[in-house]
């Protein structure tokens, strides 16, 4: 169990590199909103950057921690980013389908 804690800051920017361009994470939508990204922001500051590599750490999680509140802040103003409008256009879209079974229509 020692060697976990070491590999939490990889873990959580592996997760928080997949977010630039999320088509891996796309298939569960997350994050869907600008609080869902404030939230992980600041978890991963003060899970994966304060704890780790001196005062870049520190640094970097007071960063994370600066841009978690502005992503709180934009979703107390319902902002909402382009991929945030494009998910919204697909979601009501006529020809989206929520994968339910089809196959009750045949019998």
């Not at 999320?22 to 922001?41: C, K, M, S, Y």
């Not at 409008?85 to 879209?93: A, I, R, S, T």
Request: proline share 5%; charged share 20%.
């Amino acid at each position: 169990m020692v060697g976990i804690p070491n590999w939490v800051p990889f873990y959580v920017g592996l997760a928080g590199a997949m977010m630039v361009n999320p088509f891996i994470l796309q298939v569960v939508g997350f994050p869907r909103n600008f609080l869902q990204h404030g939230i992980f922001l600041i978890i991963q500051a003060l899970f994966a950057n304060i704890g780790y590599c001196g005062k870049i750490g520190v640094a970097a999680g007071y960063f994370s921690i600066a841009v978690g509140v502005l992503d709180l802040i934009a979703s107390a103003f319902h902002i909402k980013s382009d991929r945030m409008k494009d998910l919204q256009l697909v979601k009501d879209h006529p020809d989206y389908s929520t994968h339910e079974d089809d196959d009750d229509d045949d019998e």
